[in-house]
């Protein structure tokens, strides 16, 4: 007898309707077949659902049966097959109604003795049945409360396929299920608590507002990391649904941790530099898993130290920060993941960190002061729009009793959000700020004031900035000028802009080749 | 190529490098391009590889100056200072001996292949080294001391406690050679050399051409360049963030800091000052006070 119900396969940030389809055949020898490009993982559901099923005093049927998952070409992963494989021989042996179980969607790992474990990606698998106008889904009561933020879905929370059972015969009434709640606002390092570094706090503030990435070079202790940690504090408040397209991916990763709430604080990831490619962008056999550039998914990643990076895993960010996704192709098919994140890299002014420190010598030698600059100003710096430049905190400074604190995180932020609403309306899109509209669209919108113009014309001589610099300068003081609110860009803007722009190791270079 | 092999015997052979004799003179050196001179009339600049771009500027004015006086500039081919000192002697259109620590055929450092090219052409490369042999950590002293020998009198711009350019001043003095040291900011790293010698008076400090020729009380028909003219007065705002740069270089922050001035004014006056040469933006993004600048400053 033949018995079909659903689950979902995970694709990439999204999940897929699968077809479960279990067949009871009249004769043949007893055997379990799992077809459909099963994964390992998968293909194990047979031990797990075996024990489950007898543990409801059903004795497995002694017959061939099949289990079908279709499309068959798609390449299937994880355990959440189980509850939908146990459900479907159950039906296909007339212990259950094959009519009740068939418009439902179910996912969830079984245990031996019956009971139901989490799985992931269960807030993807309710976008996908309202998407499908399915009846329900069946999961894990741990993960359902990420199922219920979706309206139109019901929501049937089960922690074993006993409950699931009588839910379908009828004989059990579900709990209810409230959906997650947003995450308790953690303690955000507040801009507030940063002493000095004035014009980094201002930095910051830009690249905030503009969304533009940012590189900052300080001596060892100078802040760095403190600074970075931060911009997501300032940074817009997320949308709902850049919420939910955080805590879908947070999910898929498996990484919802024991809270279970919908993110709405904006992720910080500071990888360490011997991260592999395969962990910074998202990869692995079969169907690849996001990497660290989407878990920063509008939110921040840091890397500090960026020196120390591989040059090879370094222009993998290259296409995320271009087109705000990433694309992994890999033996079981390709998949994308959002990937649209500020970056701010962090390094020393060179390896031994005291250059042009006013207390300490540097102690490099030519050649490593060479291969150093040959990484930073590799194939990242395109991509970046703004240069800080930290001093190391004075005795005085450090001890500050509290002398001058600035502006707090949410004051900023308020700024920030003004700026973007700015450009909300210029560019009307929420995802265009002034760092990543085309050339084309930026040049429209950045109207210089004669005097503007005047002066980004001497400095294009004097410093002998390329196209892309005079772009980046442009992008940076139309960021400025949307901060105070201006319409056309000022002197002013561009002053501050050139002082902002990225290194000038180039110029630096050319100085020491003696033009 | 105009290679050949001096020696004692050869007329070529200069006075300075006998000289040299308590401290083991040569016995042949291997010599590409124009001829060897007279030690009265070369003049060695030395220093560090790592130098500061004030340094660098600083060797190549000296190097241009001392080839427009007619003196030949003695240097060793290294990277930073030695490469200003040469080049600025080749850009005045003089003569420069490059003394190196390896073959004459051999291009070290790799960097300076092209300059090397253009001393062997327009100047003179020495070595002590035969064809083909490596540039070994232990030829750079000995090469030091024909640097020395081969000068009238050594200026050192710029170096640390250990380097080679005061290796070459300490040769130099054992050989009764004149050093010169330009005095540099006690917070300047490879400053400690030169400010090391002053100190135990075995350096005279010099600023300027001007100087060096004063100081080896050499008549040289040498006239430093006047300022630029109509050096465009600077607004007060202006003077006071010139005056805040020093040789040091600082951040925007910390001239706001010495001002008491806003940011935003801060940037306006050093993108206005660098746009006109005067202060310029370092390597990580700092600024620093540019010879213009200090004229200028000095001026008002």
Redesign the interface.
């Known amino acids: 007898m033949l018995a079909k119900t659903e689950s979902v396969a995970l694709v990439g940030s999204d999940a897929r309707l699968i077809e479960v389809e279990v067949h009871v055949a009249l004769g043949g020898l007893p055997t379990f077949r799992l077809v459909g490009l099963p994964a390992k993982s998968v293909v194990e559901a047979e031990q797990r659902t075996r024990a489950a099923v007898e543990s409801l005093d059903h004795r497995w049927p002694q017959k061939r049966i099949t289990a079908n998952l279709a499309p068959g070409a798609l390449r299937k992963e994880g355990t959440h097959f189980d509850l939908a494989i146990a459900l479907g021989v159950l039906a296909a042996d007339k212990r259950l109604d094959g009519q009740a179980i068939a418009d439902w969607v179910c996912v969830g790992e079984l245990a031996l003795d019956g009971s139901i474990r989490p799985v992931r990606g269960v807030l993807a698998s309710a976008i996908e049945c309202r998407r499908a106008e399915r009846r329900g889904l069946l999961c894990p009561s741990v993960n359902a409360p990420e199922a219920a933020l979706i309206e139109g879905v019901e929501t049937v929370a089960v922690s074993s396929l006993r409950e699931a059972v009588e839910f379908f015969e009828g004989r059990w009434d579900p709990p209810k299920v409230l959906p997650m709640p947003p995450d308790v606002e953690p303690l955000v390092e507040d801009l507030r608590e940063v002493r000095?570094?004035?014009?980094?706090k201002?930095g910051l503030e830009i690249a905030a507002a503009g969304g533009h990435n940012l590189l900052m070079?300080g001596s060892p202790g100078s802040g760095k990391t403190m600074l970075a940690q931060r911009l997501p504090g300032i940074l817009p408040e997320m949308s709902f649904e850049e919420s939910m397209e955080v805590t879908k991916l947070y999910s898929i990763a498996g990484l919802l941790g024991e809270g279970r709430s919908l993110i709405r604080t904006r992720p910080f990831r500071a990888p360490h530099q011997h991260i592999s490619t395969a962990g910074l962008i998202g990869g692995g056999h079969g169907l690849a898993r996001p990497g660290e550039v989407s878990l920063a998914d509008r939110g921040v990643l840091f890397l500090d130290e960026l020196s120390l990076f591989r040059r090879d895993v370094l222009e993998s960010l290259r296409g995320p920060l271009e087109e705000g996704v990433i694309r992994l192709a890999r033996s079981g098919g390709v998949v994308n993941y959002p990937a649209n994140f500020s970056l701010i890299a962090a390094t020393n002014?060179c390896p031994c960190g005291f250059?042009?420190d006013?207390?300490?010598?540097?102690t490099?030698?030519?050649r490593q002061?060479r291969d150093h600059?040959a990484v930073i100003s590799g194939p990242l710096l395109d991509r970046i729009d703004i240069?800080?430049?930290?001093?190391r905190l004075t005795r005085d400074e450090l001890m500050g009793a509290g002398a001058e604190q600035g502006d707090s995180s949410a004051a900023v932020r308020e700024r920030v959000e003004k700026a973007r609403l700015v450009q909300l309306e210029r560019y009307g899109s929420a995802l265009k700020t002034n760092a990543n509209v085309p050339k084309r669209e930026l040049m429209t919108h950045a109207e210089l004031t004669p005097a503007a113009r005047t002066?980004l014309a001497?400095?294009i001589e004097?410093?002998h900035l390329s196209g892309r610099g005079v772009t980046r300068v442009l992008r940076v003081a139309r960021t400025i000028a949307d901060l105070e609110g201006a319409g056309s860009i000022y002197?002013?803007h561009?002053?501050?802009a050139?002082?902002l722009r990225l290194?000038?190791?180039e110029?630096?270079f050319q100085?020491?080749a003696?033009r | 190529m105009n290679m050949r092999q001096v020696t004692p015997r050869d007329p070529e052979w200069t006075d300075g490098l006998n000289a040299l004799d308590p401290i083991d003179p040569p016995e042949v050196l291997f010599v590409e391009g124009r001829p060897l001179v007279p030690r009265k009339k070369c003049v060695a600049v030395v220093g560090t590889r790592r130098c500061t771009v004030t340094g660098f500027e600083l060797a190549m004015e000296f190097g241009q100056a001392l080839a427009e006086a007619g003196f030949v500039v003695v240097s060793g081919l290294a990277m930073g200072i030695d490469t200003a000192a040469h080049r600025g002697a080749l850009e005045a259109g003089g003569h420069t001996i490059a003394v190196l620590g390896c073959g004459l055929d051999v291009a070290f450092p790799e960097r300076n292949a092209i300059l090397q090219k253009k001393i062997g052409a327009r100047g003179t490369l020495v070595t002590e080294q035969s064809l083909g042999t490596p540039p070994l950590a232990h030829h750079f002293p000995a090469r030091n001391r024909i640097i020395a020998g081969l000068s009238h009198a050594v200026v050192v711009v710029e170096g640390g406690f250990k380097s080679g350019a005061l290796i070459t001043a300490r040769l130099a003095l054992d050989a009764n050679r004149e050093v010169l040291a330009v005095p540099a900011s006690p917070r300047n790293p490879v400053g400690r050399g030169p400010n090391h010698l002053i100190r135990l008076g075995e350096a005279t400090p010099v600023t300027s051409p001007q100087e060096i020729f004063e100081s080896l009380e050499l008549e040289v028909a040498w006239r430093e360049a006047p300022p630029t003219p109509g050096q465009p007065d600077l607004e007060a705002g202006e003077l006071e963030v010139l005056h805040a740069l020093g040789a040091d270089s600082v951040s925007a922050d910390q001239i706001c800091r010495a001002t008491g001035r806003p940011p935003g004014s801060v940037a306006l006056t050093l993108s206005k000052l660098e746009i006109r040469g005067l202060a310029r933006r370092t390597r990580i993004g700092r600024y620093e006070i540019t010879r213009t600048g200090l004229n200028a400053s000095l001026a008002t």
């Not at chain 1, 000095?196 to 980094?200: C, F, Y």
């Not at chain 1, 006013?358 to 540097?362: N, T």
């Not at chain 1, 240069?387 to 001093?391: P, R």
């Open positions: 000095g570094h004035e014009g980094a201002r070079i002014p250059k042009e006013p207390y300490r010598g540097c490099c030698t030519p002061l600059d240069q800080l430049v930290l001093d002066d001497d400095s004097k410093h002197p002013e561009i002053a501050d050139l002082l290194c000038a190791i110029e630096h100085a020491e003696g």
